[in-house]
T-cell receptor
Framework: GNSVTQMEGPVTLSEEAFLTINCTYT??????LFWYVQYPGEGLQLLLK?????DKGSNKGFEATYRKETTSFHLEKGSVQVSDSAVYFC?????????????FGSGTQLTVLP | GAVVSQHPSRVICKSGTSVKIECRSL??????MFWYRQFPKQSLMLMAT?????????EQGVEKDKFLINHASLTLSTLTVTSAHPEDSSFYIC????????????FGPGTRLTVL
């Protein structure tokens, strides 16, 4: 079956530090890959996505590259801000099945200190 | 665009009562909607998938008689927690997939249910 493994948190960084949150996946077929962000007390917001190998998703300074050879989709940001403090979820959507359900990683809590 | 709303955002109820949570896609038609449950500091657990006009498909271990899902229109799905008990207290999140998008889901802001 499909699975997503995320780097365990919590992660605490100082403002302007470099961020990497690792994500690897197992899937059949050709999945699409996503990063979602969840701020306290809120639902999930799509941060970025990539639908095929070597695609790079980017948004708000965050980037992630779909690496088929290493089955990875690591999230990076060059300089984090306090406002980036949230929980980040890596997810995949399998190419099989009409429902295209999302499989989520366990989430990584990020805290950025001023 | 692609906004999903949930109502209510918070609900507190007594044990034994039923609670209905609404999920609406505000600016698109959602052929498929998903209901998730999230425990504190944990990931989202898919409860069920609903397609407009048909019965929901429940994930293993989710009681369909306990969590009633109705997807009566292309913009509305409801989750009713019947005879709620304290262990049903959780954060319930819905998502909606547009008919025009094969990959993407848009999430609602979530509903915090507390059963006393």
């Amino acid at each position: 079956g499909n699975s997503v493994t995320q780097m365990e948190g919590p992660v605490t960084l100082s403002e302007e530090a470099f961020l990497t949150i690792n994500c690897t996946y197992t899937a059949t077929g050709y999945p699409s890959l996503f990063w979602y962000v969840q701020y306290p007390g809120e639902g999930l917001q799509l941060l970025l996505k990539a639908t095929k190998a070597d695609d790079k998703g980017s948004n708000k300074g965050f980037e992630a590259t779909y690496r088929k050879e290493t089955t990875s989709f690591h999230l990076e940001k060059g300089s984090v801000q306090v406002s980036d403090s949230a929980v980040y979820f890596c997810a995949l959507s399998d190419s099989g099945g009409s429902a295209r359900q999302l499989t989520f990683g366990s989430g990584t809590q990020l805290t950025v200190l001023p | 665009g692609a906004v999903v709303s949930q109502h209510p955002s918070r609900v507190i109820c007594k044990s034994g009562t039923s609670v209905k949570i609404e999920c609406r896609s505000l600016d698109f038609q959602a052929t498929t909607m998903f209901w998730y449950r999230q425990f504190p500091k944990q990931s989202l657990m898919l409860m069920a998938t609903s397609n407009e006009g048909s019965k929901a498909t429940y994930e293993q271990g989710v009681e369909k008689d306990k969590f009633l899902i109705n997807h009566a229109s292309l913009t509305l799905s409801t989750l009713t927690v019947t005879s709620a008990h304290p262990e049903d207290s959780s954060f319930y999140i819905c998502s909606a997939r547009p008919g025009t998008s094969y990959n993407e889901q848009f999430f609602g802001p979530g509903t915090r249910l507390t059963v006393l």
